[in-house]
RNA sequence: GCCCCCAUCGUCUAGAGGCCUAGGACACCGGCCUUUCAAGCCGGCAACAGCGAUUCGAAUUCGCUUGGGGGUACCA
């Protein structure tokens, strides 16, 4: 199997890449690298109506980020391109032509508003629906009749009346299909281009691909490629069909389950390596507990037999726990540089306080080990970039304190800072510690007040550090204000 | 409707006849740690869709039923 896997991904530009079909990308990506293979991307811009403009970037990009590179394809060549279909459309027609000359595949006149109602009179019938083969034996008169009207025709292909397709599908096993289920399905539209059955399966053979590793979606259209490859000679690859990725209800992933697409991911601050690892497991797993794969030894490990035949459901909770395992992972520097882009996000323009590199370093490490994500950071760390701290008031009252008591423990607590020389966590755990008993409160309370009157919050880092990094005269300002509110 | 695929905790999954009073992970619930929150550690909750058959023995094999998904386009 070595030295000759080539498999590709083949998306088609009408939208931006949804987790489902970057799944696909990854697995075939895996099956690839583990046999030192080719992994091959083609566009299947076939249909010409639901194209959209930025969708071929949008899916290139997306690979790029998770670390997906392509050996053959867009931007990088080959030596089977072009790998978009909208520049091999002669290939197309001619092989479409040569079945025709074959007999086995004929022109088909028929209108769409034809075909439209003779369907919803198979359905009012409860007939299975199906093109009723009326163009299938034309004589050569009637074909001359049609043109001489000026209509262009559509190619289809002629399925076999009985018999049946079989085919061993590397993850499912057999599957058998009656051919009297198959339509006369359409090759080439009017507007001269491919169908996607057509398309994919002579530029599979042009290319050279060994495997084809697509979503269970494709199942049923299996045997007309199958039939497609006789018809022409080809011999056909292997194939294996992924299970299904759904959404929350068990139905097809779609908008209405939050966020589909993988930009909206990198977005939120997922990082790839854990995008990566996550999408790996939904499908596949390598035994009964390893959860956390690196990419190398996902490719060392990654194999067909270990798919799954179960569709899958996108587990949002399990992907942030794994991302806040790669976050907590990464070094200092690493999550220095990954946080960038996200820090300022949710603080108002102009009330960013004016910080340091240095002070950013020194926030970082507070934040690392409480973030699933990036975005989940700029909130995180909100407070030590503003000084308008909102929050409510009556927070700087903990349990079974009083009104006066906080404002005494503030007080005392301004007091004893502003004398304090050496403002790190070890100093001002030396002087608060103390103070709470001399005020007669548990350390829960006078910290409690504290905290909130620096962070603005009930839940934050660890008190002496936060105030530490924030700095002597930050905090003193703050719990000032704090005095003010009370 | 017809065709095809699938069926283990809420979710992702391990399990390829006895190792299963079904294992791991996420989520959830307790506890420990602790100045809060996280993290970590310990513990708990929770599943073989149903019915038949084969077998000394079935989550694992077979059949049926039910349920879910996909396909049934001049979309991919």
Same mark, same amino acid.
């Given at each position: 199997?070595?030295?000759?896997?080539?498999?590709?991904?083949?998306?088609?530009?009408?939208?931006?890449?949804?987790?489902?079909?970057?799944?696909?990308?990854?697995?075939?990506?895996?099956?690839?690298?583990?046999?030192?293979?080719?992994?091959?991307?083609?566009?299947?811009?076939?249909?010409?109506?639901?194209?959209?403009?930025?969708?071929?970037?949008?899916?290139?990009?997306?690979?790029?980020w998770l670390g997906?590179?392509?050996?053959?394809?867009?931007?990088?060549?080959?030596?089977?391109?072009?790998?978009?279909?909208?520049?091999?459309?002669? !290939?197309?027609?001619?092989?479409?032509?040569?079945?025709?000359?074959?007999?086995?595949?004929?022109?088909?006149?028929?209108?769409?508003?034809?075909?439209?109602?003779?369907?919803?009179?198979?359905?009012?019938?409860?007939?299975?629906?199906?093109?009723?083969?009326?163009?299938?034996?034309?004589?050569?008169?009637?074909?001359?009749?049609?043109?001489?009207?000026?209509?262009?025709?559509?190619?289809?292909?002629? #399925?076999?009346?009985?018999?049946?397709?079989?085919?061993?599908?590397?993850?499912?096993?057999?599957?058998?299909?009656?051919?009297?289920?198959?339509?006369?399905?359409?090759?080439?539209?009017?507007?001269?281009?491919?169908?996607?059955?057509?398309?994919?399966?002579?530029?599979?053979?042009?290319?050279?691909?060994?495997?084809?590793?697509?979503?269970?979606?494709?199942?049923?259209?299996?045997?007309?490629?199958?039939?497609?490859?006789?018809?022409?000679?080809?011999?056909?690859?292997?194939?294996?069909?992924?299970?299904?990725?759904?959404?929350?209800?068990?139905?097809?992933?779609?908008?209405?389950?939050?966020?589909?697409? !993988?930009?909206?991911y990198r977005?939120q601050g997922y990082l790839p390596e854990a995008m990566v690892n996550f999408l790996a497991l939904?499908?596949?797993?390598?035994?009964?507990?390893t959860e956390i794969l690196s990419r190398e030894e996902l490719?060392?490990?990654?194999?067909?037999?270990?798919?799954?035949?179960?569709?899958?459901?996108?587990?949002?909770?399990k992907l942030n726990w794994m991302n806040g395992v790669y976050i907590r992972n990464l070094t200092a520097v690493q999550f220095?540089e990954a946080v960038?882009?996200y820090?300022?996000?949710?603080?108002?323009?102009?009330?960013?306080?004016?910080?340091?590199?240095?002070?950013?370093?020194?926030?970082?490490?507070?934040i690392q080990e409480r973030a699933r994500t990036l975005a989940e950071v700029?909130?995180?760390?909100?407070?030590?970039?503003?000084?308008?701290?909102?929050?409510?008031?009556?927070?700087?009252?903990?349990?079974?304190?009083?009104?006066?008591?906080?404002?005494?423990?503030?007080?005392?607590?301004?007091?004893?800072?502003?004398?304090?020389? #050496?403002?790190?966590?070890?100093?001002?755990?030396?002087?608060?510690?103390?103070?709470?008993?001399?005020?007669?409160?548990?350390?829960?309370?006078?910290?409690?007040?504290?905290?909130? #009157?620096?962070?603005?919050?009930?839940?934050?880092?660890?008190?002496?550090?936060?105030?530490?990094?924030?700095?002597?005269?930050?905090?003193?300002?703050?719990?000032?204000?704090?005095?003010?509110?009370?």
């Open positions: 199997m070595n030295k000759s896997v080539r498999v590709r991904y083949a998306p088609s530009p009408t939208g931006y890449p949804h987790v489902g079909n970057i799944r696909t990308a990854l697995f075939n990506w895996l099956f690839a690298r583990h046999h030192g293979g080719s992994f091959i991307v083609r566009i299947e811009d076939t249909d010409v109506t639901r194209k959209v403009k930025g969708a071929v970037k949008g899916i290139l990009d997306g690979l790029r997906l590179d392509w050996d053959e394809g867009p931007e990088v060549g080959g030596k089977y391109g072009p790998y978009f279909q909208s520049q091999r459309l002669e !290939i197309y027609s001619e092989l479409a032509e040569r079945l025709i000359s074959q007999g086995d595949a004929y022109y088909c006149y028929c209108s769409p508003q034809r075909l439209k109602e003779m369907r919803a009179e198979q359905v009012k019938r409860k007939q299975p629906p199906g093109y009723d083969r009326l163009c299938r034996d034309l004589t050569q008169e009637e074909r001359a009749q049609k043109e001489t009207e000026g209509i262009t025709p559509v190619i289809r292909f002629k #399925a076999p009346l009985g018999g049946q397709t079989r085919f061993n599908d590397l993850i499912r096993g057999e599957v058998v299909f009656d051919n009297n289920t198959i339509d006369d399905f359409i090759l080439l539209k009017s507007d001269g281009y491919p169908t996607y059955h057509l398309a994919s399966v002579i530029d599979d053979h042009l290319m050279e691909i060994s495997h084809v590793l697509r979503a269970e979606e494709w199942l049923s259209s299996t045997p007309r490629h199958l039939l497609l490859y006789r018809a022409l000679g080809f011999e056909p690859p292997q194939f294996a069909h992924l299970p299904m990725l759904l959404g929350s209800d068990r139905s097809k992933l779609s908008k209405r389950h939050g966020a589909v697409s !993988i930009t909206e977005e939904l499908g596949w797993s390598l035994d009964d507990r490719i060392q490990s990654f194999s067909l037999e270990r798919i799954s035949r179960t569709a899958a459901i996108f587990n949002r909770d220095f960038q882009p820090l300022m996000m949710n603080i108002p323009a102009g009330e960013a306080l004016i910080s340091s590199e240095n002070y950013v370093r020194d926030i970082l490490p507070l700029a909130e995180l760390a909100q407070f030590f970039f503003i000084d308008q701290l909102d929050y409510e008031s009556s927070l700087l009252v903990g349990k079974d304190m009083s009104h006066q008591s906080a404002i005494q423990a503030l007080e005392a607590a301004q007091q004893r800072l502003s004398q304090l020389e #050496a403002f790190d966590a070890g100093s001002l755990e030396g002087v608060l510690r103390p103070l709470a008993v001399e005020l007669g409160l548990k350390t829960g309370q006078l910290f409690g007040t504290l905290r909130v #009157a620096v962070t603005g919050r009930t839940a934050a880092p660890p008190l002496f550090q936060t105030m530490a990094v924030l700095g002597k005269e930050r905090c003193l300002r703050r719990i000032e204000a704090a005095l003010a509110r009370l």
